[in-house]
């Protein structure tokens, strides 16, 4: 629950990276909803993207199809980190996003560098205009987007944690294949030409393979806590 401390602490700027299944997501919503901040999943907005173009027939092999059409679909994300929303064109993609199909094809959409310049400049905005401050999770917010944030953190794990992890999310999932699927997804994504996944050289590294959800929270948030106390 947000505290009395926490509605009058200056906004803060949190960006907190990391390959898939290292715990971002789940981590940024409870440290935002505890210190009564903001939350952004920057995922979700590439996913989106990544949504229109399949829909739209754009062919996502095909580099310079994907920048034609960049401009086109109108993203808007909710930063309510108890209901994330996002929607495109008006409609609540939140389910749609999250299909194997989408899964597959994000990292080459992502990689657009059209793409990125828009979302981007989507996510700076939306940073900017949270008042009370911002967790934003994604692949290049330390290193790219909010190259100023107030605290950096690094989320790592092992493959073998990340798809333990996964498939238990995916029920009855190979955890063989899941393990593959996420290397692949990492892969492209740290290898890509415009901002690639990459750690800050000033972010903060936590290795989550040995800690419990909570644990990774309350590291978090006290990392959040401390910055506070020296501005
Ligand atoms: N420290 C942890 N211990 C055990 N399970 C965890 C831990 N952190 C996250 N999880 C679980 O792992 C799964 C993946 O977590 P989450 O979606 O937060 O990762 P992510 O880094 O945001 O992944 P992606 O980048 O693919 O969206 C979820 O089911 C979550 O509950
Ligand atoms: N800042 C970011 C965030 C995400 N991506 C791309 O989106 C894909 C999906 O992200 P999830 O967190 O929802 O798994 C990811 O694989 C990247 O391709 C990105 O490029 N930059």
Same mark, same amino acid.
């Given at each position: 629950m947000e505290s009395t401390a926490a509605r009058t602490a200056p906004a803060v700027i949190v960006a907190i990276d990391g390959? @898939?299944? %290292?715990?971002?997501?789940? *981590?940024?919503?409870?440290v935002a909803t505890q210190l009564g901040l903001s939350y952004l999943d920057t995922g979700a907005q590439y996913r989106a993207i990544t949504w229109w173009m399949v829909t739209n027939g754009i062919d996502v092999a095909d580099p310079s199809s994907i920048a034609a059409a960049a401009?086109?679909? +109108? /993203?808007? @994300?909710? %930063?309510d980190p108890a209901a994330p929303a996002i929607t495109v064109d008006g409609t609540d993609v939140a389910g749609p996003i999250r299909t194997?199909?989408?899964? @597959? =094809?994000? @990292?080459?959409?992502?990689?657009?560098?059209?793409v990125r310049?828009? /979302?981007t400049e989507l996510q700076r905005s939306i940073a900017a205009a949270a008042g009370q401050g911002i967790v934003v999770e994604?692949? +290049? /917010?330390? *290193? %790219?987007?909010?190259? +100023?944030? +107030?605290? =950096? /953190?690094?989320?790592?794990?092992?493959?073998?944690?990340?798809?333990a992890r996964r498939s238990g999310e995916l029920k009855g999932a190979d955890v063989n294949a899941t393990r593959e699927a996420l290397m692949k997804r990492d892969v492209a994504d740290s290898t890509r030409k415009t901002s690639p996944l990459a750690k800050a050289a000033d972010a903060v590294e936590v290795d989550t393979s040995d800690l419990t959800l909570q644990q990774v929270i309350e590291c978090v948030v006290t990392l959040v806590e401390g910055k506070r106390a020296t501005r």
């Amino acid at each position: 629950m947000e505290s009395t401390a926490a509605r009058t602490a200056p906004a803060v700027i949190v960006a907190i990276d990391g390959p @898939s299944g %290292t715990g971002k997501s789940s *981590t940024s919503k409870a440290v935002a909803t505890q210190l009564g901040l903001s939350y952004l999943d920057t995922g979700a907005q590439y996913r989106a993207i990544t949504w229109w173009m399949v829909t739209n027939g754009i062919d996502v092999a095909d580099p310079s199809s994907i920048a034609a059409a960049a401009g086109k679909p +109108d /993203i808007v @994300s909710g %930063t309510d980190p108890a209901a994330p929303a996002i929607t495109v064109d008006g409609t609540d993609v939140a389910g749609p996003i999250r299909t194997q199909e989408v899964t @597959s =094809k994000v @990292s080459a959409v992502s990689a657009v560098p059209e793409v990125r310049a828009r /979302i981007t400049e989507l996510q700076r905005s939306i940073a900017a205009a949270a008042g009370q401050g911002i967790v934003v999770e994604g692949r +290049d /917010i330390g *290193t %790219t987007v909010l190259p +100023d944030a +107030d605290l =950096k /953190i690094f989320l790592t794990a092992s493959p073998e944690a990340r798809a333990a992890r996964r498939s238990g999310e995916l029920k009855g999932a190979d955890v063989n294949a899941t393990r593959e699927a996420l290397m692949k997804r990492d892969v492209a994504d740290s290898t890509r030409k415009t901002s690639p996944l990459a750690k800050a050289a000033d972010a903060v590294e936590v290795d989550t393979s040995d800690l419990t959800l909570q644990q990774v929270i309350e590291c978090v948030v006290t990392l959040v806590e401390g910055k506070r106390a020296t501005r």
